[in-house]
Each structure stands twice: as C-alpha cells, then as structure tokens.
C-alpha cells in the first residue's frame, strides 16, 4: 500500500514538471518605446527589454512597422574615440536572461519613416523571432532623457 502511494507521488511530480517546464523558449518584450523624432533625421529608434524565460537562447531576427520602410537590428561600436553604429543579422537572447535595448547600445532602428514620431504617439511593432514567436506590441513614443551625473 505505502509503496503504491510513493509511485503514485512520483508519477504526480514528473507530470507537474512537465506542465511547469516549456519544452520551447518563451520571449516577452517589455516597456517598448521610441524616441521622439529629432528634426531632418529620417529615421527612428525603438528600445525597450527582450526577455527569454525559456531553456533555449532565442533571437530576434526582424522587426517590422507599417511607420516604416524597413526596421534593422542596430548595435553601436566603439570605434577608436567614436561610437558608430552597426546593423546586427541578429539579436541573440540567452536562455533565461534578458537584453536591453537602449540609447547608446542595442536598438531598433527604424529607415524611411513614413512621417516624424511625435511625443504620445503610440505605433505597433512587430517583433520576429527565430523560435517563431511574432509579438506585436504597442510602443508609446516619448522624448529622449538623458542621464545626468552631477551637472555641475
Ligand atoms: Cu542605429
């Protein structure tokens, strides 16, 4: 009898670690913003975080906007004194963690705005990933603060 319970405990554990456990990766996308458009500048910028609770590293591997023509995956590189931009095939998101994307480092970067992004305007975004995840999120644009250390 005692050893039949024991079984039957066992059994009810692996089957809750199978519901627990995704057998593929899952990616959310949080706080997406755009950056205010700055005059003469044709295209845009968007960060916000990717965050990827499941086992297996995930990449975002496109992005799209009806807003504009086309959206690249941007890092910037320091390059000698200068930091440059650099368009990335893709975004690696390892397993478990998540990756910011933010002024000065990874962002998206939106070509051939269809008109200026302007302060309260909100544009969806569709964001592609290789384990064919497809997030549409809704990104707010807002004015780009910068951080200032002492300022004196
Ligand atoms: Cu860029």
């Given at each position: ?7 039957t405990?066992?059994s009810?554990?692996?089957?809750l ?28 910028a ?6 990827n ?13 009806s807003?504009?023509g ?17 368009q ?12 910011s ?5 990874y ?40 951080n ?5």
């Amino acid at each position: 009898m005692r050893r039949i319970l024991h079984i039957t405990i066992i059994s009810l554990c692996i089957a809750l670690l199978a519901v627990v456990s995704p057998a593929f990766a899952e990616v959310e996308v949080e706080s997406l913003w755009l950056r205010e458009s700055i005059p003469g500048q044709p295209n845009g910028a968007g960060f916000g975080t990717l965050r990827n609770s499941g086992e297996e590293d995930v990449l975002l591997v496109a992005a799209s906007s009806s807003i504009a023509g086309d959206i690249q995956i941007h890092q910037h590189v320091r390059e000698g004194e200068q930091m440059r931009m650099e368009q990335m095939d893709a975004l690696v998101v390892p397993a478990g963690e998540s990756v910011s994307l933010r002024p000065g480092g990874y962002h998206l970067m939106l070509m051939e705005l269809i008109g200026p992004l302007v302060i309260d305007e909100q544009h969806e975004i569709i964001l592609i990933f290789s384990n064919g995840n497809e997030i549409t999120v809704t990104a707010p644009v807002k004015a780009l603060v910068t951080n200032h250390h002492g300022g004196h």
